[in-house]
């Protein structure tokens, strides 16, 4: 914009954005970011204090510290500018510390004059002008003699030769006079000293073909074209200036927020402009405009009705629900100005934020979460170490007493006779590793997992004292015997189910238990001769 040099009282109109561009209503000056004007140039920047204003018609206070804000609507807001600001000339810059979510947009302000009088393009007071053709000062690049209204410019023969010239009296004058006094001049004076008359140009070429084209082609219809170039000519209304002037953008603007979320309410914003200056009208009627969802088609049920808080401007609520579909939303609107209807559409989509499902009682769980936590930092391993405890930390330590040196020793003879590494496999301390423990087979009659050895294991704990000796008497009861005659006496051998011989008989079974054979009388068997009678011992 521009401004002479020595105005006072001058206001402009500023718009507040967001950091998506969007406009800031309902802001006041303490909302604002910190306000500067400068020259541009190496001099300091000055700070312009804000203030709010009480109206929007209070009087600019006319002052060197005038800083007045206030809404006009839609984020523009007038701002009031202090006289010093424009006292010279040149380029005026207003700055803003802008923030996030503080962004103000200004216009340019240049400040010098805009050259329509004599008075300010010589830059001299307006009293020594009196008319066009007075004396405008000596500073002028023309001189002149004389001052007022009686000064005329040096162009007299004097000034030009710098010395009088003499004449026969009147010849000079007679001469201008004769030569200049024509009403059609046809002549040149190179011309001048050869003929009289010209009546043609005897040295002229013929026309060319370009010559003859062009002035063929250039009518004095076509010609006219020429100054035609405003609203109502014929370039005006050529099909693509029509195309310009007719499209839905220069007539309507529609916006929204991009995302909107479940159980909020948003505003969707409809402007409308004539289209000879783009300045703001109301439509013929009020606009409709229509809401359709990618999914869920029409949702024109969210639209509130249209309101029209100012010239142009229309506004709609949009309330997406407590639980709406997450879809891409298609707004359409349809404008009727000057009885021309113009179209335009924008989108937005819900979304499932964070903020909008994660509800106060997620909130108060996840707090005592991090109240049971260590306070120093979570994502700590040595103190969440040091809170937890390993299992053998909580653990009681056993006495002396509990532990005695005859269970550690039963406990290494039941190892001895365990090489397979049976024991270890169990899912609790002791694993049978047999069909027993799968309890899925026929042991002796009985139902799978009903044999007595299973039911014994069911009904004994694991970690309690005995559990080993259990387990012993199952691999017995699953165990493979067999007759070693290889020692005198012979010995009955128990060797691990599946395992074979015992070594002693050239097998490579696993031994878990020898017993001397005897017969009814205690007597040792030693051959084949011996009778066994009824019982083994």
């Not at 006094?181 to 060319?208: H, R």
Request: net charge negative.
């Amino acid at each position: 914009m521009l401004v002479a040099p020595g105005s006072t009282s001058i206001s402009v109109d500023v718009q507040f954005l967001d950091d998506s561009g969007f406009a800031v209503t309902g802001k006041v000056a303490a909302d604002f970011p910190a306000c500067k004007w400068s020259n541009g140039d190496n001099t300091a920047d000055t700070t312009i204090t804000l203030s709010d204003l009480a109206a929007i018609t209070t009087a600019h206070p006319n002052n060197n510290t005038a800083g007045g804000v206030k809404e006009r609507e839609g984020g523009w807001y007038r701002l009031d500018l202090p006289n010093n600001m424009f006292t010279g000339s040149g380029r005026k810059n207003l700055t803003f510390a802008e923030t996030t979510g503080k962004r103000i947009v200004v216009p340019e302000i240049d400040c010098q004059y805009t050259q329509t009088n004599v008075a300010q393009i010589n830059a001299v007071a307006t009293t020594s002008v009196t008319s066009v053709g007075a004396n405008v000062g000596t500073a002028q690049p023309i001189n002149f003699d004389g001052t007022g209204g009686t000064a005329y410019v040096k162009s007299s023969l004097t000034a030009i030769l710098g010395t009088l010239l003499t004449e026969t009296a009147g010849q000079l004058a007679a001469g201008f006079k004769k030569f200049f006094n024509i009403a059609s001049p046809t002549s040149t004076m190179n011309e001048i000293t050869l003929v009289d008359t010209v009546t043609n140009l005897t040295n002229a070429g013929p026309d060319t073909a370009g010559t003859t084209t062009l002035l063929s082609r250039l009518t004095a219809a076509r010609a006219g074209y020429l100054d035609n170039l405003n609203v109502g000519g014929n370039v005006a209304s050529h099909a693509d200036i029509l195309a310009i002037n007719q499209s839905a953008s220069k007539h309507v603007l529609l916006v929204t927020v991009a995302q909107y979320e479940a159980g909020e309410t948003y505003t969707v914003e409809a402007r409308t402009f004539a289209a000879a200056d783009g300045s703001p009208v109301n439509a013929d009627s009020t606009p409709t405009l229509t809401a359709t969802g990618q999914v869920s088609g029409s949702l024109n049920a969210n639209l509130s009705a249209a309101t029209n808080p100012a010239s142009g401007v229309y506004r709609w609520t949009y309330t997406p629900g407590a639980t709406p579909t997450l879809e891409q939303i298609r707004f359409d609107l349809s404008a009727t100005i000057n009885s021309s209807t113009f179209t335009l559409s924008t989108y937005a989509q819900t979304i499932d934020e964070a903020t909008a499902v994660f509800t106060a009682t997620d909130q108060s769980h996840l707090t005592s979460i991090f109240n049971k936590l260590p306070t120093n930092n979570i994502a700590d391993e040595t103190l969440l170490l040091a809170a937890i405890g390993t299992p053998a930390q909580a653990a009681t330590a056993l006495s002396n007493a509990q532990w005695t040196n005859a269970l550690a020793t039963a406990l290494t003879t039941l190892a001895g006779h365990d090489p397979g590494g049976i024991l270890a496999s169990h899912t609790d301390i002791v694993a049978l590793g047999s069909p027993m423990q799968a309890g899925n087979v026929t042991v002796g009659g009985y139902a799978g997992g009903q044999d007595p050895a299973t039911l014994v294991l069911a009904a004994t704990p694991s970690n309690t004292p005995g559990a080993g000796t259990v387990a012993l008497l199952l691999r017995l009861l699953d165990a493979d015997w067999s007759i070693d005659t290889t020692t005198v006496p012979w010995d009955a051998v128990a060797t691990v189910k599946g395992t074979g011989l015992p070594a002693s008989m050239g097998g490579t079974g696993t031994e878990i238990l020898r017993k001397r054979v005897r017969d009814t009388g205690s007597a040792n068997i030693t051959n084949t001769t011996t009778v066994v009678g009824q019982e083994i011992q």
